[in-house]
């Protein structure tokens, strides 16, 4: 009969507190307790899965119960019949409770009831209760008082995944261990150690690697040394790379490379490349984070390599990349990755989604596009209300800020070039009847190194000289430096020669000039409204009164509403003015 294979996880799993790996606090301080015979009545053992917590309570029930001893020890022989059932988990005095099965209070009272009889074979009864954060309020309520006031020789112990799950009652009755995870050193040499004793013949960088992918957990990392010696020898890097689907430094050193050299095709490709061949999106996101993570301390920290996860054979060219970019460039890169991960998981189009995350790096200061994309007549934009526009063509900068921000010519007298300027400026209003007035009436001439030269028809100078500060606002928003404004007044009788009409990009409020006509054909009743022109409401300095009855029909109402609306003022009724 063919003996059962034994796990590395279990073949190497410790048996005393002296093996425990990367806890030596803890194992320090149960040692103590047991040499000084300070046993608590329970524990509470918790921290990541793989870190130690039931090899722990195992490692405690044998030193207080090994039989070739006369007392409790640390250091159990592992060979007397006590010592061989616990490790196989079927001793009568060592129960092994799975939360998870036995979460009611039905099934704590049974423990609660079973514990008040003496041990059968061992000196201590010892209850661990495995992931007891699963256990309901009733049953950690029930367990309550027993906690604090066990039977003689009971103890339990509670081991949990998940703290913050534990009742403070339950924690403040406990004496709590907080396990936690194992550094990637400690994990590397104790795999080099099975490695060795299990004649398994790999690599010190695949040996890296493992560490790395195990995270802390000891466990994990035993568990894929097993599933890798199953490979041919030598295991390489490689060969867990394809096991676990990590995409290799030296290609994703290549694929920052072309980050930092800004070459979106390559980019492209290399994606499109690593996945063709199974790697998933969130491995090579994650990979991208760790290189940018690697340049950030090889720059800050250049004599602490070990705080790197980079291997021996890429670190040369992780310091070339380095010195080709800056830290601040690294850390706008980091600060837009922050928060890719959770929206790339989330995406119905995971590969879509990380070409554009990467690419968007490439969108900064030293990487404008410069050309530009006409839209054809009559297409329909939409504004930030979600309501469609009517726009006319215009010339659509593809940058993603004003192509006036980088630095303004000295002069600029070309008309298109004013025409450009000017729509940006106007675009920069929110109010639609101050782009309107602008648009309508006055037209930019010329722009040079200290002054802004603008054209008004001579009947709305006047209203314009009010609203100066907006406009030189706007100006200084679009050109990036103070300007002085010259105003020179244009007869309106040559408007339609002299100024231009243009169109207004850019609408960043959705209110269409409303079309209006307060006449009321009413024979029987003055209804006292004020005949008024849109012009005469634009060059108006103060609110405008309708005076008349409050009960106006409702398509007036809503008229009166939309023209207020698109002004920005309000409509002020006047009920005690009575009507003829």
Same mark, same amino acid.
């Given at each position: 009969?063919?003996?059962?294979?034994?796990?590395?996880?279990?073949?190497?799993?410790?048996?005393?507190?002296?093996?425990?790996?990367?806890?030596?606090?803890?194992?320090?301080?149960?040692?103590?307790?047991?040499?000084?015979? $300070?046993?608590?009545?329970?524990?509470?053992?918790?921290?990541?899965?793989?870190?130690?917590?039931?090899?722990?309570? $195992?490692?405690?029930?044998?030193?207080?119960?090994?039989?070739?001893?006369?007392?409790?020890?640390?250091?159990?022989?592992?060979?007397?019949?006590?010592?061989?059932?616990?490790?196989?988990?079927?001793?009568?005095?060592?129960?092994?409770?799975?939360?998870?099965?036995?979460?009611?209070?039905?099934?704590?009272?049974?423990?609660?009831?079973?514990?008040?009889?003496?041990?059968?074979?061992?000196?201590?009864?010892?209850?661990?209760?495995?992931?007891?954060?699963?256990?309901?309020?009733?049953?950690?309520?029930?367990?309550?008082?027993?906690?604090?006031?066990?039977?003689?020789?009971?103890?339990?112990?509670?081991?949990?995944?998940?703290?913050?799950?534990?009742?403070?009652?339950?924690?403040?009755?406990?004496?709590?261990?907080?396990?936690?995870?194992?550094?990637?050193?400690?994990? $590397?040499?104790?795999?080099?150690?099975?490695?060795?004793?299990?004649?398994?013949?790999?690599?010190?960088?695949?040996?890296?690697?493992?560490?790395?992918?195990?995270?802390?957990?000891?466990?994990?990392?035993?568990?894929?040394?097993?599933?890798?010696?199953?490979?041919?020898?030598?295991?390489?890097?490689?060969?867990?790379?394809?096991?676990?689907?990590?995409?290799?430094?030296?290609?994703?050193?290549?694929?920052?490379?072309?980050?930092?050299?800004?070459?979106?095709?390559?980019?492209?490709?290399?994606?499109?490349?690593?996945?063709?061949?199974?790697?998933?999106?969130?491995?090579?996101?994650?990979?991208?984070?760790?290189?940018?993570?690697?340049?950030?301390?090889?720059?800050?920290?250049?004599?602490?390599?070990?705080?790197?996860?980079?291997?021996?054979?890429?670190?040369?060219?992780?310091?070339?990349?380095?010195?080709?970019?800056?830290?601040?460039?690294?850390?706008?890169?980091?600060?837009?990755?922050?928060?890719?991960?959770?929206?790339? $998981?989330?995406?119905?189009?995971?590969?879509?989604?990380?070409?554009?995350?990467?690419?968007?790096?490439?969108?900064?200061?030293?990487?404008?596009?410069?050309?530009?994309?006409?839209?054809?007549?009559?297409?329909?934009?939409?504004?930030?209300?979600?309501?469609?526009?009517?726009?006319?063509?215009?010339?659509?900068?593809?940058?993603?800020?004003?192509?006036?921000?980088?630095?303004?010519?000295?002069?600029?007298?070309?008309?298109?070039?004013?025409?450009?300027?000017?729509?940006?400026?106007?675009?920069?209003?929110?109010?639609?009847?101050?782009?309107?007035?602008?648009?309508?009436?006055?037209?930019?001439?010329?722009?040079?190194?200290?002054?802004?030269?603008?054209?008004?028809?001579?009947?709305?100078?006047?209203?314009?000289?009010?609203?100066?500060?907006?406009?030189?606002?706007?100006?200084?928003?679009?050109?990036?430096?103070?300007?002085?404004?010259?105003?020179?007044?244009?007869?309106?009788?040559?408007?339609?020669?002299?100024?231009?009409?243009?169109?207004?990009?850019?609408?960043?409020?959705?209110?269409?000039?409303?079309?209006?006509?307060?006449?009321?054909?009413?024979?029987?009743?003055?209804?006292?409204?004020?005949?008024?022109?849109?012009?005469?409401?634009?060059?108006?300095?103060?609110?405008?009164?309708?005076?008349?009855?409050?009960?106006?029909?409702?398509?007036?109402?809503?008229?009166?509403?939309?023209?207020?609306?698109?002004?920005?003022?309000?409509?002020?009724?006047?009920?005690?003015?009575?009507?003829?």
């Amino acid at each position: 009969m063919n003996q059962v294979y034994d796990p590395l996880h279990h073949k190497y799993r410790p048996q005393r507190f002296d093996q425990l790996v990367g806890q030596e606090t803890i194992a320090t301080i149960l040692s103590n307790a047991i040499l000084y015979n $300070r046993i608590a009545p329970a524990y509470l053992f918790s921290g990541p899965h793989g870190t130690g917590k039931t090899s722990s309570a $195992r490692i405690l029930a044998r030193s207080l119960n090994c039989l070739a001893h006369d007392q409790a020890t640390t250091i159990p022989c592992g060979t007397c019949e006590l010592c061989i059932s616990i490790a196989l988990g079927n001793a009568l005095d060592v129960i092994e409770i799975d939360a998870a099965s036995n979460t009611g209070v039905d099934n704590i009272r049974s423990v609660i009831e079973k514990s008040r009889f003496y041990p059968v074979q061992a000196r201590w009864k010892v209850y661990v209760i495995d992931e007891c954060h699963m256990l309901s309020t009733s049953a950690f309520n029930a367990l309550l008082k027993t906690l604090e006031e066990p039977p003689p020789r009971v103890i339990f112990i509670l081991a949990t995944t998940t703290l913050y799950r534990i009742p403070p009652t339950i924690i403040s009755r406990c004496q709590r261990f907080d396990f936690h995870c194992i550094s990637l050193s400690i994990i $590397r040499d104790h795999l080099r150690f099975i490695a060795q004793s299990e004649k398994i013949d790999i690599t010190s960088q695949a040996l890296q690697l493992v560490s790395q992918t195990a995270q802390g957990s000891l466990r994990d990392a035993e568990s894929l040394l097993d599933q890798l010696s199953l490979l041919p020898s030598p295991i390489g890097i490689n060969a867990v790379s394809n096991l676990l689907g990590i995409v290799p430094e030296v290609e994703m050193l290549d694929l920052v490379s072309s980050l930092i050299t800004l070459k979106p095709l390559v980019i492209l490709e290399t994606c499109r490349s690593l996945l063709d061949r199974g790697r998933e999106e969130i491995s090579l996101l994650t990979g991208v984070t760790a290189i940018l993570r690697d340049m950030i301390i090889l720059t800050v920290a250049p004599e602490r390599p070990e705080l790197t996860s980079i291997s021996d054979e890429s670190w040369s060219r992780l310091i070339a990349l380095t010195n080709e970019t800056s830290l601040e460039r690294l850390l706008k890169w980091q600060n837009q990755l922050k928060s890719s991960e959770v929206d790339l $998981r989330q995406s119905a189009q995971p590969r879509l989604r990380l070409e554009v995350i990467l690419l968007s790096l490439l969108t900064e200061v030293d990487y404008q596009p410069s050309h530009t994309t006409k839209l054809p007549y009559g297409l329909k934009q939409k504004t930030k209300n979600s309501k469609a526009v009517n726009i006319d063509p215009i010339l659509v900068t593809e940058s993603p800020v004003s192509s006036f921000k980088q630095g303004v010519p000295e002069i600029i007298n070309n008309a298109q070039e004013l025409s450009r300027l000017w729509n940006e400026i106007l675009a920069t209003f929110d109010l639609p009847s101050t782009r309107l007035l602008l648009a309508q009436q006055a037209h930019l001439v010329q722009v040079d190194g200290s002054k802004v030269t603008i054209k008004v028809s001579e009947n709305w100078i006047a209203t314009l000289r009010s609203r100066l500060p907006l406009l030189e606002n706007a100006i200084q928003n679009v050109l990036n430096t103070p300007k002085e404004l010259v105003l020179i007044s244009v007869n309106s009788k040559l408007k339609s020669q002299s100024i231009p009409q243009y169109s207004v990009p850019f609408v960043t409020n959705d209110v269409s000039v409303p079309n209006i006509s307060l006449a009321h054909n009413n024979s029987n009743q003055n209804t006292g409204f004020l005949a008024l022109s849109i012009n005469d409401i634009i060059s108006s300095g103060s609110p405008i009164k309708f005076k008349g009855s409050s009960n106006l029909r409702p398509k007036q109402d809503e008229e009166l509403k939309s023209l207020a609306n698109f002004f920005n003022g309000e409509i002020i009724l006047d009920p005690d003015e009575e009507i003829g």
